[in-house]
């Protein structure tokens, strides 16, 4: 159902605590942190439990025993927490049923170190403001169409059903209108990809859930690379087993385990009871908000949508190299590697300017045709916001 809070213009869910969310914006991040953001049900559990065990687990796969470690168990959201637990000893604790356990923002900020916060929030005025200068930053992206499937089960399948009834709009229209707790998916990439192209460019790694599924060892390395811990064999194999999905729905993530684990597949939207019709109107909603996005071009595919190319120009180069640049997208001699659609993209006024040029460029040789441009605002720590212009070539 709708989210019956809200926050800053944003959608909360019922466990939220605005004195957590508070203190959360305030937290002093240190360099060691890692903040691991994701949409709700785009696989936070099993990308928190995979960076847990890199941070505590030591070379032979054996489990670092700490006091307070609280992310043992699975996530614990900052945004959850109260400020200071309740002088009331009926008080059940965080979360449903009070399953996060009896704990405040203190004792998470007081964790053993390296810290791993993990949060559903996707705005920089949600996230901690000292994240801009220090810390790392995780982002979990999964198939749309399934954060929409997995969240229509989630906790029992939705009142409202797919399509809406007497208890209100449905699952679909719901998602798409962004009325969902923590909002639209579409602004949250959005606003995530704001901060990955700029500030946290150096400090940032995008995970896409389809990528760890299909190779969990790949993307495991990948996440030991980022955060600069050893990986041992050993210890490698035993994350591998800690975090596959019949360890963690059997009992590894603790209580909650009945409540987060589902099914832990892909492409499970496609079993939805939604007819063609109904997934053309995702479709659009995608294409509006995100058809422009390289954040959410590897998620096409998933999406069933006709993969599209980034060409990322910067004034180093001519326009003649970007031009070649395109052409080999488009023209490309294998079948199989050859794209119809390409979006050139420049970051800054001065890209974006080159942008617009090798895309005039292209259509005068009727290699494509221009078809939108788009421009978003990217943080940038210096100046403050600078433009990102996309423009996408059609064949």
Not at 185 to 213: C, T
Not at 228 to 250: D, H, N, R
Not at 338 to 358: I, P, T, Y
């Amino acid at each position: 159902m709708a989210a019956p809070k809200s926050y800053k213009g944003w959608p909360m869910p019922s466990f939220w605590n605005e004195e957590g969310a508070k203190l959360f914006t305030e937290l002093e991040m240190e360099d060691s942190d890692v903040l691991m953001v994701s949409n709700v049900k785009a696989g936070t559990t099993w990308v928190n439990k995979i960076i847990h065990c890199l941070l505590r687990m030591d070379e032979k796969g054996e489990m670092q025993e700490l006091p307070n470690d609280y992310g043992k168990s699975g996530q614990v959201y900052p945004e959850w927490l109260p400020g200071k637990k309740p002088d009331d000893p009926e008080w059940p604790g965080v979360g449903p049923g009070g399953m996060v356990g009896k704990i405040d923002f203190a004792d998470l900020a007081n964790m053993p170190r390296p810290r791993l916060f993990s949060t559903h929030c996707g705005a920089q005025e949600l996230l901690p403001s000292s994240l801009m200068q220090r810390g790392r930053l995780v982002y979990v992206l999964r198939n749309p169409k399934d954060v929409l499937n997995s969240l229509h089960y989630f906790r029992g399948e939705a009142k409202d059903g797919w399509l809406g009834n007497e208890h209100g709009p449905g699952s679909l229209p719901r998602f798409l209108s962004g009325v969902n707790a923590y909002g639209s998916i579409f602004d949250h990439i959005l606003n995530m990809e704001a901060l990955i192209e700029g500030p946290l460019a150096e400090r940032s790694k995008v995970v896409y859930y389809e990528d760890l599924k299909a190779d969990v060892v790949s993307g495991i390395k990948g996440l030991a690379s980022f955060l600069g811990v050893p990986l041992a064999e050993a210890k490698l194999q035993k994350i591998v087993e800690t975090t596959s999905f019949e360890s963690m729905s059997s009992g590894s993530i603790g209580k909650m385990a009945g409540i987060l684990c589902r099914k832990g597949i892909t492409q499970d939207w496609k079993n939805a009871p939604l007819t063609k019709e109904d997934w053309s109107r995702f479709d659009d909603v995608f294409e509006e908000k995100l058809g422009l996005c390289a954040l959410a071009h590897p998620s096409r595919p998933w999406v069933d949508l006709e993969p599209v190319v980034e060409v990322r120009v910067s004034v180093g180069q001519t326009v003649e190299h970007y031009v070649a640049a395109v052409k080999a997208h488009i023209e490309n001699p294998e079948e199989d590697r050859r794209v119809g659609r390409v979006v050139v993209a420049g970051l800054g006024d001065a890209a974006g300017e080159l942008a617009k040029s090798v895309c005039d460029a292209v259509e005068k040789e009727g290699v494509a045709k221009k078809r939108r441009v788009q421009t978003r605002e990217i943080k940038d720590s210096a100046a403050g916001q600078v433009p990102l212009l996309a423009m996408e070539l059609l064949k």
